[in-house]
């Protein structure tokens, strides 16, 4: 079945993890062999040939870079504009996939009902990948009068925050309000026709950014607080807030999003037992919540910063994304259910938000 994954830090693993994501997974782990810089080395589960067996021939990409201000002790770059360079040398790897027909970059209705009719007939081998270009955590862009260059560029989605406190939001374990520039910037945003991707906004963030901001959201990669408690999922309460706004929320993989008491670097997949059935159990949360599959997708989070380690147990490559649909049809979702939350509702949700 064709899959759609709404979040993927390909960029990042190919400058930042000096990963050739043109090789399989195999040779990529291989050459890795011996290497400790990273937690994950030689447990990268994502590559562009690994997806093309897996039929994720669809994906949100992101561009990624962080700036710290003097108090922040979370890893990032020392200001805004070298950042912006990060995230220009991100994007420079996603041209050069583009050169060599690895990658094709999604960014208007027609090029889009152009790939789907592409992977959904008989693909051929080397088919390219097709990405819509997204930003995580929104301090690279160094003004909002920025973003408009940056929609040149093909951007198409801004989560304003990640990790910590930022230029324009606040994101996961931090607390408070948007500010003025976070106002200013989701004004450009919906000027522009940007989509907000509202995972990793804090709650104060979130609230405020629901009210505020008139255009499209979505939440690529989120998993529900309900199942496992921590403020980087979403409350039921936002969850029912994003459905009634059409979004469609993607389930993540990361393991400790998954499973309830899962301490980083300790606890393993073998003794938690996590399993590629956990996600169903969110995305089955948020389908009932909604009563219809018709606002859940599938955003992996593969390879962002963490590989096999802390995955789920029976998940060797991103290609075992093709096993989810079993574990749906053994809950009774039917055929069409399924094809919504592989990969139609991200598809219609584009379709509508660029008509
Ligand atoms: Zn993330």
Excluded at 7 to 27: K, P, Y
Excluded at 332 to 340: F, H, P
Aim: charged share 25%.
């Amino acid at each position: 079945m064709f899959i759609f994954d709404a979040h993927l830090d390909l960029s990042m693993n190919a400058i930042e993890w000096n990963r050739d994501l043109t090789q399989s997974v195999h040779d990529i782990r291989q050459r890795e062999v011996g290497l400790s810089d990273r937690k994950d080395r030689g447990n990268g589960t994502v590559s562009l040939p690994e997806m093309r067996r897996g039929k994720v021939g669809l994906c949100v990409a992101t561009q990624i870079g962080r700036y710290v201000r003097r108090d922040n002790l979370l890893p990032g770059w020392h200001s805004p504009e070298q950042a912006w360079a990060q995230t220009q040398g991100q994007l420079a790897w996603y041209r050069v996939m583009e050169e060599t027909d690895e990658m094709t970059a999604i960014t208007d209705v027609n090029g889009l009902n152009a790939h789907v009719d592409l992977w959904q007939g008989n693909p051929p081998l080397d088919a390219p990948i097709g990405y819509i270009l997204s930003i995580e955590g929104a301090d690279s862009i160094r003004s909002p009068d920025n973003l408009a260059q940056a929609w040149e560029q093909g951007l198409r989605a801004v989560g304003p925050a990640h990790y910590g406190p930022g230029t324009y939001a606040q994101g996961t374990h931090a607390t408070g309000r948007l500010g003025a520039p976070g106002l200013a910037l989701l004004k450009e945003m919906e000027q522009l026709g940007m989509i907000l991707d509202a995972t990793h906004l804090c709650d104060e963030s979130f609230a405020e950014a629901m009210e505020v901001f008139g255009g499209r959201v979505w939440a690529s990669h989120s998993n529900c607080r309900e199942l496992v408690p921590d403020d980087r999922q979403f409350s039921d309460e936002q969850l029912k807030l994003l459905i009634e706004r059409g979004a469609v929320v993607g389930g993540a993989l990361d393991a400790w999003m998954l499973v309830p008491g899962w301490e980083k670097g300790k606890t393993t997949p073998t003794e938690s037992g996590v399993k590629l059935e956990h996600v169903v159990d969110h995305i089955d949360h948020v389908c009932q919540l909604a009563g219809n599959a018709r606002h859940s997708g599938i955003g992996t989070d593969l390879d962002g910063g963490y590989g096999l380690e802390q995955s789920p147990g029976d998940l060797d490559t991103i290609a075992d994304l093709q096993r989810l649909p079993d574990l749906f049809r053994a809950r009774g979702y039917t055929e069409e259910d399924i094809a919504n939350i592989m990969h139609d509702n991200f598809i219609r949700f584009l379709r509508e938000t660029w008509a």
